[in-house]
C-alpha cells in the first residue's frame, strides 16, 4: 500500500481563487511529520508547510494551511487567494517515527493557475 | 543562509561513464540526504549523512552508487558504470537535528544517460 496518496494529477484554479489539494497517509507510528514541498518547473523543492502529528492545530504559513485531520489520515494543503506564480506541482511528504527519517513522497499534484 | 547548492546542475553522459555529483549543505545543518527523482514521481530516498557518517542507505542505492561526507560538511554522490535508467534528477536536502526537522532541499542534478 502506498503511504502517501495524492489523487489528484492535476488541479485548475483562478486566479485570487483558494484550491485544496489533497493528501492521505498511511502510518501505524503515532510519532511523525507531514510537510508539504512545492517543485517549480526549474527542479528545486521548496518547502511550504509542516504539521506534527501531536499539534493540536491546524499549520499554518501565509497563505497556505494544512487542513490536519487525524482520524482520517488526511493532510490536504489549502492556498487562499491564488497567485501566477503557484502554478507548480506539489508534493506531500511523510516522515514516520522520530526526526532522523527520510521523507516519503506522494506523486504530486500539479496546480495551474489562470489569469 | 545562502541555501543548499548543487553541482552540476546538469549532465548528460554516455552509458558506462562514471559521474560525481556534489552537494553543499546549509552551513550549520549536520544531516545531508540524497533522493532520486524520476518524471512524474516523487523524490525516493536513497541515503543520508549525520555529520560524517553515512547512517542509512536505501535499497535503491545499488553498488554502483557511492556517497561521501569526508568532513561533514559537502556530499558527493559517484554513480559508476552508468546506465540508462540511472537517468534522474539527483536531489540533495539538508537539515538540522529537532523534533520538527524539516529539510531543505537543494535545486538538483539533472543526469541525462545517453
Known amino acids: 500500500a502506498q503511504k502517501i496518496t495524492q489523487t489528484q494529477p492535476g488541479m485548475f484554479v483562478q486566479e485570487k481563487e483558494a484550491v485544496t489539494l489533497d493528501c492521505t497517509y498511511d502510518t501505524s507510528d503515532q510519532s511523525y511529520g507531514l510537510f508539504w514541498y512545492k517543485q517549480p518547473s526549474s527542479g528545486e523543492m521548496i518547502f511550504l508547510i509542516y504539521?506534527?502529528?501531536?499539534?493540536?492545530q491546524n499549520a499554518t504559513e501565509g497563505r497556505y494551511s494544512l487542513n490536519f485531520q487525524k482520524a482520517r489520515k488526511s493532510a490536504n494543503l489549502v492556498i487562499s487567494a491564488s497567485q501566477l506564480g503557484d502554478s507548480a506541482m506539489y508534493f506531500c511528504a511523510m516522515r514516520e517515527g522520530q526526526a532522523g527519517t527520510a521523507l516519503i513522497f506522494g506523486k504530486g499534484t500539479t496546480l495551474s493557475v489562470s489569469s | 543562509d545562502t541555501g543548499v547548492s548543487q553541482d552540476p546542475r546538469h549532465k548528460i553522459t554516455k552509458r558506462g561513464q562514471n559521474v560525481t555529483f556534489r552537494c553543499d549543505p546549509i552551513s550549520e545543518h549536520n544531516r545531508l540526504y540524497w533522493y532520486r527523482q524520476t518524471l512524474g514521481q516523487g523524490p525516493e530516498f536513497l541515503t543520508y549523512?549525520?555529520?560524517?557518517?553515512?547512517?542509512?542507505k536505501s535499497r535503491l542505492l545499488s553498488d554502483r552508487f557511492s556517497a561521501e561526507r569526508p568532513k561533514g560538511s559537502f556530499s558527493t554522490l559517484e554513480i559508476q558504470r552508468t546506465e540508462q535508467g540511472d537517468s534522474a534528477m539527483y536531489l540533495c536536502?539538508?537539515?538540522?537535528?529537532?523534533?520538527?526537522?524539516?529539510?531543505?532541499f537543494g535545486p538538483g542534478t539533472r543526469l541525462l544517460v545517453l
Open positions: 504539521q506534527g502529528s501531536y499539534d493540536e
Open positions: 549523512f549525520q555529520n560524517e557518517a553515512q547512517l542509512e
Open positions: 536536502a539538508s537539515s538540522i537535528f529537532t523534533d520538527r526537522e524539516t529539510q531543505y
